[in-house]
């Protein structure tokens, strides 16, 4: 999904694959470090692949956050921070390409940005 976006790049970072617009990551695998599942105490981690993907401020984490509690959650390590953590397993495929198309826009440059804007299709009434 996130190689369908202009200018998109696939990568690796910290050993893991990673996609970037103009040199920017969006999106990125976050598996649990052995402090973040030490964290969780006894609450069992989310279980599964994990993709982080970056939002456009800290409300837009909130929002998202209370959208979708099932699929989508945050971590101590990113307080403070503009991405959300998904669980691939429990996440649709619609609010997935949501997520990804959101991250992207929300590091991509400014006229890039606007120009993926002004192609795509208008949203249908319930669509995403």
Do not use: C
């Not at 991405?83 to 649709?92: M, N």
């Not at 619609?94 to 795509?120: C, F, H, M, S, T």
């Amino acid at each position: 999904m996130a190689t369908e976006l202009p200018e998109v790049t696939e990568g690796e970072r910290f050993g893991r694959a990673t996609w970037f617009v103009r040199g920017k990551a969006f999106a990125w695998e976050r598996p649990f470090s052995k402090a973040d599942i030490k964290r969780f105490g006894d609450e069992t981690p989310p279980d599964g692949p994990i993709l982080a993907v970056s939002v456009e401020d800290l409300h837009e984490k909130e929002a998202v956050l209370e959208a979708n509690p099932e699929a989508f959650f945050t971590i101590a390590h990113f307080d403070g921070y503009a991405a959300v953590l998904i669980q691939l397993e429990k996440v649709g495929k619609r609010a997935l390409r949501q997520a990804i198309v959101d991250g992207w826009l929300a590091v991509a440059p400014k006229k890039l940005a606007n120009e993926y804007l002004a192609a795509r299709p208008p949203r249908r009434a319930g669509g995403p």
